[in-house]
């Protein structure tokens, strides 16, 4: 499986982005998808996840009601759309896929996950 991140940029603070995540294989109804993220100098942490059939979301407290991740599975395509983003946002995102079902509390473990993309740049100007 191979996964392929899109949609970084250079925003301003209270901005918005959409990254884009295209997966090779065809999906399965057991997929995960999730995105993390790495800033410089810190750990990889998670951002949002999504079941591929059925759509359910985790998302971590930090961008609670300003990131939203969602399925296309016509397009094999996973989406983050990042509203009122703010300087502590910035980070390289990456985009990755478990090819199993997680249950709920190792969802934002970057170790559950098989697959990974090449990652995409978020700054978020001051």
């Known amino acids: 499986v191979q996964l392929q991140a899109s949609g970084g940029g250079l925003v301003q603070a209270g901005g918005s982005l959409r990254l884009s995540c295209a997966a090779s294989a065809r999906s399965s109804s057991s997929y995960v998808m999730g995105w993390f993220r790495q800033a410089p100098g810190k750990e990889r942490e998670f951002v949002a996840t999504?079941?591929?059939?059925?759509?359910?979301?985790a998302y971590a407290d930090s961008v609670k009601g300003r990131f939203t991740i969602s399925v296309d599975n016509a397009k094999n395509t996973v989406y983050l759309q990042m509203n009122s983003l703010k300087p502590e946002d910035t980070a390289v995102y990456y985009c990755?896929?478990?090819?199993?079902?997680?249950?709920?509390?190792?969802?934002?473990?970057?170790?559950?996950?098989?697959?990974w993309g090449q990652g995409t740049q978020v700054t978020v100007s001051s």
């Open positions: 999504i079941r591929w059939r059925g759509g359910s979301t």
């Open positions: 990755a896929l478990a090819s199993r079902y997680l249950i709920l509390s190792v969802l934002s473990r970057s170790s559950e996950y098989d697959y």
